[in-house]
């Protein structure tokens, strides 16, 4: 069983940056990630994810602004936030799965089994 913690969450004022961290239990070479966001009263939705071959993907109203990342000799995602600004206001989860060999939506929350508890991201303006 894959256990995923975040850290790094906090508030910061519209313009600032954040970068949170999820740390895995185990081995993160054949997991594609992703970081995921629910602000409330609204569905949970699809913030970047990376594939274990690191090719990335971005929602449309972040691109440009966040950068997902991975290290995984240190079994870590990273999702560095700039220009942050209160829309992006949620809580903040980040997601794993076993790479497969068929396509896939990294931005779908139905393709990802694993999943952290969250980290609260809390933007004023």
């Known amino acids: 069983q894959v256990q995923l913690v975040e850290s790094g969450g906090g508030s910061v004022q519209a313009g600032g940056s954040l970068r949170l961290s999820c740390v895995a239990s185990g081995d993160t070479v054949n997991y594609d990630m992703g970081w995921f966001r629910q602000a409330p009263g609204k569905e949970r939705e699809g913030v970047a994810g990376i594939a274990s071959s690191g090719i990335t993907r971005y929602a449309d109203s972040v691109h440009g602004r966040f950068t997902i990342s991975r290290d995984n000799a240190k079994n870590t995602l990273y999702l560095q936030m700039n220009n942050l600004k209160p829309e992006d206001t949620a809580m903040y989860s980040c997601?794993?799965?076993?790479?497969?060999?068929?396509?896939?939506?990294?931005?779908?929350?139905?393709?990802?089994?694993?999943w952290g508890q969250g980290t609260q991201v809390t933007v004023s303006s």
């Open positions: 997601a794993s799965r076993v790479h497969g060999s068929m396509p896939y939506d990294a931005l779908a929350l139905r393709n990802y089994p694993y």
